[in-house]
């Protein structure tokens, strides 16, 4: 596997106020309603990172909701640490079901493994105009049946609105001329398919910065970057975006 470098990381939250855009990293708050964990995997300084490509991505679909519905599109997840996921696999949550982490329905990926440690899996909700969540049914990391996509038990508003979010990623991704999916088991979850997220190697706290680091800030040697460096590079997704507008 390839090693993705740090460079490309970008915090997404430079593009607020900017885009129609917010970001609310759920796991950085023990008591956040949204936080099934019940404890701060991140920690209080932590960002939300994102791969650069994956940027380019959720900034084009929010683009696109809010021309068409003047919706804002909430990023609630996206780099997630080989190190979080040994830290979620020892909640009391997840060792109380043990079924989320078992074949062939498994909802946590274990170690390592899915998109989120690559920066390459994003989660999302989306905000209406005054700023309350459209109805999807569920809410994010709802560990139910009714959280999959082809769940049909809702009423017709609620599955146009799953459809409206996916649409929305898939064509923005076609366009960009990446590999996407929607997650089966979350409507919430993006990301690159196996195929592609697999070629690169996952982050470790330890392969990264201290400023990128999630579960705490280790001096590890490695150079932060300046805010020069992200300035430019969100710009260079930036005009990858309006290219394709």
């Not at 079901?97 to 989306?126: S, Y």
């Not at 392969?207 to 590890?220: K, R």
Request: glycine fraction near 4%; proline fraction near 7%.
């Amino acid at each position: 596997m390839k090693a993705i470098s740090p460079a490309d990381l970008i915090p997404m939250d430079i593009f607020t106020g900017r885009e129609p855009i917010k970001t609310d990293l759920v796991y950085a708050q023990k008591n956040h309603p949204r936080n099934i964990f019940g404890t701060e995997l991140y920690h209080n300084k932590a960002r939300l990172w994102a791969h650069k490509d994956i940027a380019a991505i959720t900034l084009l679909t929010a683009r696109k909701l809010n021309k068409e519905f003047g919706y804002t599109l909430e990023i609630q997840d996206c780099l997630r640490t080989v190190d979080v996921q040994e830290a979620m696999q020892e909640t009391n949550i997840v060792k109380a079901h043990p079924e989320w982490c078992m074949e062939p329905d498994r909802l946590l990926a274990p170690p390592g493994a899915g998109g989120h440690p690559r920066g390459m899996a994003i989660d999302v909700r989306i905000l209406d105009k005054d700023g309350k969540e459209v109805d999807m049914g569920t809410p994010f990391d709802f560990m139910e049946e009714s959280s999959h996509r082809n769940y049909t038990g809702f009423s017709k508003e609620i599955l146009e609105n799953r459809k409206t979010l996916e649409n929305a990623f898939l064509d923005s991704a076609d366009k960009l001329e990446f590999p996407f999916i929607g997650l089966s088991s979350e409507w919430w979850d993006f990301r690159f398919p196996p195929d592609y997220a697999y070629q690169f190697e996952p982050f470790r706290d330890a392969d990264i910065p201290p400023q990128m680091q999630m579960t705490s800030e280790i001096d590890n040697n490695i150079p932060d970057f300046n805010q020069e460096h992200f300035d430019k590079l969100a710009q260079n997704i930036l005009n990858v975006v309006n290219e394709n507008i």
